[in-house]
């Protein structure tokens, strides 16, 4: 399987990145995680066939996660999709998705679409298999509002992928990548403790017990960028592939 970073950016688009979004494909599988607002145009930058894309995994309802799938579910209806599409994320991600739609595109969620749209709700340590593609959320530690924040690991094609989604240390980031093929962490600062985020020295003194085979930081604000060459990990950038 590859995974191709869509956009690896934070809120702000520090040092330039586009919003999160994450597209995994391999012989059988086909998803995203994540859609933040800036992921349909650079879906199509890198020539990524939306249509191919049966699954999108959303972490939580910040704008920089979620925000572009109103853009990609009326990108489907303009491309005559017919295939079916499954959105998957925390409690309330129905009632969210007609919000936001509403929001930049008032009825759009009443149009009926060519295609079937499957909204799907995901618990906290319940996992839940799309196809080929095995989902267990986790729950993190991100704040008040836009949640429930769950992170991910997902198990497809023999491989086992983490993703620590937008939160602070907690203690079930380590149920959620040990032993994982590739971990994509959030490295918001670099080690300034603040709230709701991840500093990159607070992971690293955690990643001997997560005993991931393979790390790549995303989510990087200015205060990382600006430290990259000193940095021994492998640190996102937008349109990057890893095969794992």
């Not at 950016?9 to 800036?38: K, M, P, Q, W, Y």
């Not at 309802?61 to 005559?80: I, K, T, W």
């Not at 490295?187 to 603040?194: G, I, L, R, S």
Request: net charge negative; aromatic share 8%.
């Amino acid at each position: 399987m590859q995974l191709r970073f869509v956009g690896c950016g934070d809120a702000f688009g520090s040092g330039g990145r586009l919003n999160t979004c994450f597209h995994v494909s391999g012989r059988e599988t086909n998803f995203l995680i994540d859609c933040g607002a800036s992921a349909l145009p650079a879906l199509k930058r890198l020539e990524i066939d939306r249509n191919d894309i049966d699954l999108i995994l959303i972490t939580h309802f910040h704008g920089d996660h979620f925000a572009g799938l109103p853009f990609l579910v009326l990108d489907a209806q303009f491309s005559r999709r017919t295939r079916p599409l499954t959105i998957a994320g925390p409690q309330g991600i129905e009632t969210r998705l007609t919000q936001v739609m509403e929001a930049l595109f008032e009825h759009s969620s009443k149009t009926k679409q060519r295609f079937a749209l499957n909204i799907v709700e995901l618990a906290p340590e319940q996992s839940q298999s799309f196809g080929p593609v095995n989902v267990t959320p986790y729950p993190v530690v991100h704040g008040e509002s836009g949640g429930p924040f769950l992170a991910y690991r997902v198990e497809a094609e023999g491989r086992t992928l983490a993703y620590s989604a937008d939160t602070e240390w907690t203690e079930t980031l380590f149920p959620l990548a040990h032993g994982a093929d590739l971990f994509i962490a959030e490295a918001y600062m670099y080690d300034k403790v603040v709230k709701n985020h991840l500093s990159l020295k607070t992971l690293e003194q955690h990643l001997p017990a997560i005993g991931a085979k393979r790390l790549v930081l995303t989510h990087m604000s200015d205060d990382v960028l600006s430290r990259l060459d000193d940095i021994e990990h492998l640190a996102a950038e937008d349109g990057m592939v890893l095969v794992f």
